[in-house]
Each structure stands twice: as structure tokens, then as C-alpha cells.
């Protein structure tokens, strides 16, 4: 892996890696439609996938061991997982990227929707070229998430002032950390904000006005990973917002290089 401070702009291992990621991303889900969360999720995550942990206090720790441990599922599944990839980028070099979109739960005998949300998650070209999940976050929805096809990619940042090219993500993590407005400062003008129980915010207009964008928020990053090519990362981290009450949660920010080669912030998920 490259310095997080480093841009290297190189060729894809693969030209095709975007469509490829989205297309096992489909594969993923039908997978697990069919056998269950269990053993779909076993299937296509990587043997250093991590998931996040909330008690007793916020942690980042390996996921397969948890999913192993669940009971085998009885077939045919009652309440069936379907998702849909809706957007995401991936790095120049095609081995790290991101993808989100709509789920729901349907029960197949009533034919009833039990559950909707949005899920999220990162992915990483292992050696033998296949793609595998490193990362897997979902939030819940107040209601289904329509209009979520087709695919399409996320758009790239617009160019920011705050930070610097050789800045690396985590200084642009510790700037951001004491307060909202360095925060704000650094969002795409396209960022997307999934906080759990709400529909997606979209733009830094819409981001910027929200609830969670107008409380003090103070953060403590848990884990960091960025691409080879230096030019998208993935951090995970704890926040506490105070406004009339206080509120802790976890998050995970995607951040990309614009042209100038400062990191912007594309996309933050809260639960």
C-alpha cells in the first residue's frame, strides 16, 4: 500500500474493475437470497473483512469469525435480504471502491416487506482478481428507498481550498475532528449522508442544513484504508453530538482526491 499522503494515478489492473465490483456486488446479493445472510455474507467477504462493533465501547474487529458463528439458515428462507447497488467509485488503480444502495427484507410466503434500508459497502481486488467485501454497514429507512437503478457512477468531488496534496487522511481526519465548520469545509459538492432512521441526504447544501450537520460533534478514528494509488480512502471512526441531548454513534467516511489532489469527503454513513 502507498503512503496515505502519496497520489500515484495509475492504470487499472483491470479496465473493466468499476462494472466488475458492481457486477459481484448483483452476485452477492442473489447469493444470498438464495442461502441466506450466513452463509452468502461467508461467500464474498474477504478473510480481512472487519465489522464494526458498538458496546460496550465503539471497535473495529474481524467479521468472519462473527459470521461463522451464526446457525446454518433454514432453507428456503422465511425473510429474504435483496439489495441493489445504486452508486460508488472505485481508485485509480481499481483495487479499492464503494457501493451503496437500497435493501429490503421480504417475507416470501405473505409477500410483505419487513424491513428497508440502505446499505454500504467497501470492496477490495484481492490477489487472484476477484472482487471481496472489506466492509459491510447498513442503515434502516423510514421507508424504501425508490428510484435506486440503474447503476450509476458516483460523481467525482469538486475541487476544494481546505488541506493540501500531500496531506494525508489521517491529518485530514485530525482537522476535521475539532468541530463542524473544517467538517463542512471538506465536503464534495455531491456527498451523500446515510444516518440511520432517515432518508439519504444528497449535496453539501442538503448535508450541510440537516439536523446532525447543525450539533457539536467531536470524533475519535478507529481504523484507516486507503488505496495503493493514494487517491480514495475509507475511515471508520466514533462521534458524540451534543445538542439538547448527547447522542454517540459510529461512522464511516469515504474521502477522494479532486484535481488538485485534496481529499474531499464523497460520502459518511452514521448508526
Do not use: C
Not at 445472510?37 to 467477504?45: C, K, N, Q, S, T
Not at 473483512?49 to 439458515?73: E, H, K, N, S, Y
Not at 440502505?118 to 434502516?140: C, M, P
Amino acid at each position: 500500500m502507498a503512503s496515505a499522503g502519496a497520489v500515484t494515478m495509475q492504470t487499472p489492473v483491470d479496465p473493466q474493475a468499476l462494472p466488475r465490483m458492481v457486477a459481484t456486488e448483483r452476485a452477492f446479493a442473489a447469493a444470498t437470497e438464495e442461502i441466506g445472510v450466513r452463509d452468502g455474507f461467508l461467500a464474498f467477504f474477504a478473510d480481512d473483512a472487519v465489522q464494526i462493533v458498538r458496546a460496550p465501547t465503539a471497535a473495529v474487529v474481524p467479521a468472519r469469525a462473527a459470521l461463522m458463528a451464526q446457525p446454518l439458515a433454514k432453507l428456503p428462507i422465511a425473510n429474504a435480504l435483496v439489495w441493489e447497488p445504486y452508486t460508488g467509485h472505485i481508485s485509480s488503480d481499481g483495487t479499492l471502491g464503494w457501493l451503496t444502495g437500497g435493501f429490503v427484507s421480504m417475507n416470501q410466503a405473505q409477500h410483505v416487506v419487513v424491513a428497508q434500508g440502505a446499505y454500504f459497502s467497501v470492496w477490495k481486488r484481492q490477489a487472484n482478481g476477484t472482487w471481496r467485501v472489506w466492509l459491510d454497514e447498513g442503515i434502516s429507512l423510514p421507508q424504501i428507498w425508490q428510484g435506486a437503478a440503474p447503476f450509476r457512477v458516483a460523481p467525482d468531488p469538486d475541487t476544494g481550498t481546505a488541506g493540501s496534496a500531500s496531506e494525508t487522511i489521517d491529518a485530514a481526519e485530525a482537522a476535521i475532528a475539532p468541530s463542524l465548520d473544517p467538517w463542512r469545509a471538506r465536503l464534495g459538492a455531491d456527498v451523500r449522508l446515510h444516518i440511520d432512521g432517515k432518508m439519504p441526504l444528497v449535496g453539501r447544501d442538503a448535508v450541510t442544513s440537516s439536523v446532525r450537520a447543525n450539533t457539536a460533534t467531536t470524533y475519535a478514528l478507529l481504523r484507516t484504508e486507503v488505496a495503493g494509488s493514494g487517491d480514495l480512502g475509507v475511515t471508520i471512526g466514533s462521534f458524540e453530538s451534543r445538542a439538547t441531548e448527547t447522542r454517540r454513534g459510529t461512522w464511516v467516511r469515504v474521502w477522494k482526491r479532486d484535481v488538485t489532489g485534496r481529499w474531499r469527503i464523497v460520502f459518511q454513513t452514521e448508526k
